[in-house]
C-alpha cells in the first residue's frame, strides 16, 4: 500500500538554524499539507499546496515559513531561523484529487524536530 | 466557541462496550469533516469521512448535525485495539482543516 514517507524522523538543531523538513507524498496525490503538534497538544494546520502554489496557510506559517516542490517526489518545509517554540512533531499528508473525496488526507510518519 | 470542540476525556469503558463521541464546530461554512484515530506518538490515521445521510464501517458509525453544528462518531463492541484518541477534523476553506484536542478512548480487558 503507497505509503507518505518523511526524513528524517528526528532532527535536533540550534536555535537561529535553518532546517528543512522532507516528504514524499504518495505518487499520484496532488494536493500536499504540513501540519504540527506540539507535544500533548492538538495537530495545528499549517499550509496547503497545490500546482506549484500555497492554497491555504495559517496564522504559524509566518515569513519563517516556506514550502517547495523541488521536484517530482519531494515536498518540503523550511524552517529559516528555528526558535525553541517551533520543537514539535511535524506531519506531512497528501490527497489523491482523482478520489472521489479529494480532501481525504493520508498521513506520514512525522518528523520530530527539536530545538535547542 | 473554539472552532472544533472535542471532550478530551478519557473514557474508559470494558470491552464490548458501546462508546459515543460528539464534536462540535463553529463554522457553518463548513463542507468536509472527518473522523482520525491517533495512537499515543504516530501520525493521524482516517477512521473515516462523516457524510451528510450518516454512513457506517463495521463497528463504526459516523453522524453529522448541520443544524446544531456536530458530529458524532459510535464505536459498537470496543476491542483493546481501539484504544486511541479519537480526532474530530473539520474543514474550513478549501483545502485548510482544524483538528479537535482529540478524545482519548481506553477499552480496559
Known amino acids: 500500500e503507497p505509503e507518505v514517507t518523511q526524513t528524517p524522523s528526528h532532527q535536533v538543531t540550534q536555535m537561529g538554524q535553518e532546517v528543512i523538513l522532507r516528504c514524499v507524498p504518495i505518487s499520484n496525490h496532488l494536493y500536499f499539507y504540513w501540519y504540527r503538534q506540539i507535544l500533548g497538544q492538538k495537530v495545528e494546520f499549517l499550509v496547503s499546496?497545490?500546482?506549484?502554489?500555497?492554497?491555504?496557510k495559517s496564522e504559524i506559517f509566518d515569513d519563517q515559513f516556506s514550502v517547495e516542490r523541488p521536484d517530482g517526489s519531494n515536498f518540503t518545509l523550511k524552517i529559516r531561523s528555528t526558535k525553541l517554540e517551533d520543537s514539535a512533531m511535524y506531519f506531512c499528508?497528501?490527497?489523491?484529487?482523482?478520489?472521489?473525496?479529494?480532501?481525504?488526507?493520508?498521513f506520514g510518519p512525522g518528523t520530530r524536530l527539536t530545538v535547542l | 466557541r473554539k472552532e472544533v470542540e472535542q471532550d478530551p476525556g478519557p473514557f474508559n469503558v470494558p470491552e464490548g462496550a458501546t462508546v459515543a463521541f460528539n464534536c462540535t464546530y463553529s463554522?457553518?461554512?463548513?463542507?468536509?469533516f472527518f473522523w482520525y484515530r491517533q495512537d499515543c506518538r504516530k501520525e493521524p490515521k482516517l477512521l473515516m469521512s462523516?457524510?451528510?445521510s450518516g454512513n457506517e464501517d463495521g463497528r463504526f458509525t459516523a453522524q453529522l448535525n448541520r443544524a446544531s453544528q456536530y458530529i458524532s462518531l459510535l464505536i459498537r463492541d470496543s476491542t483493546l485495539s481501539d484504544s486511541a484518541t479519537y480526532l474530530c477534523?473539520?474543514?474550513?476553506?478549501?483545502?485548510?482543516?482544524?483538528f479537535g484536542t482529540g478524545t482519548r478512548l481506553k477499552v480496559l480487558a
Open positions: 499546496f497545490y500546482n506549484n502554489e500555497i492554497s491555504e
Open positions: 477534523v473539520v474543514s474550513a476553506g478549501t483545502y485548510k482543516y482544524i
Open positions: 462523516v457524510y451528510s
Open positions: 463554522n457553518s461554512a463548513s463542507q468536509s
Open positions: 499528508a497528501s490527497s489523491d484529487v482523482s478520489s472521489g473525496r479529494s480532501d481525504t488526507q493520508y
